[in-house]
Nanobody, 123 residues
Framework: QVQLVESGGGLVQAGDSLKISCAPE????????RAWFRQAPGKEREFVAS????????YYADSVKGRSTISRDNAKNTVYLQMNSVKPDDTGVYYC????????????????WGQGTQVRVSS
């Protein structure tokens, strides 16, 4: 029952910036890659961004590339997703994840997941 807890979601206006975070409860994840996925109602869960355990490499989905930044603070075991110029299409439940790989883009790459935080972008 490893727990990852997301925070920072909510209602934002299109064009605004948003920063969400995810921290584990009861386990240090500094040795694991971290990632963000999102899922809109009626759609499949999709990859957003990932970061390696060391933080030296990051990967982004084309839909968010150039306006998003994933980062991590290993002292706090926390990963962040900064999104600028948010769009209505960014609406969805955002999930943080952790896994032993090198920042893969598939949900199966990540055995540890949070419960998600809702992000709604109004137009």
């Amino acid at each position: 029952q490893v727990q990852l807890v997301e925070s920072g979601g909510g209602l934002v206006q299109a064009g605004d910036s948003l920063k969400i975070s995810c921290a584990p409860e009861g386990r240090a994840f500094s040795s694991l890659a971290r990632a963000w996925f999102r899922q809109a109602p009626g759609k499949e869960r999709e990859f957003v961004a990932s970061i390696t355990a060391s933080g030296d490499s990051t990967y982004y989905a084309d839909s968010v590339k150039g306006r998003s930044t994933i980062s991590r603070d290993n002292a706090k075991n926390t990963v962040y997703l900064q999104m600028n110029s948010v769009k209505p299409d960014d609406t969805g439940v955002y999930y943080c994840a952790a896994g032993p790989g090198a920042g893969g883009t598939r949900p199966i790459d990540y055995p540890y997941w949070g419960q998600g935080t809702q992000v709604r972008v109004s137009s």
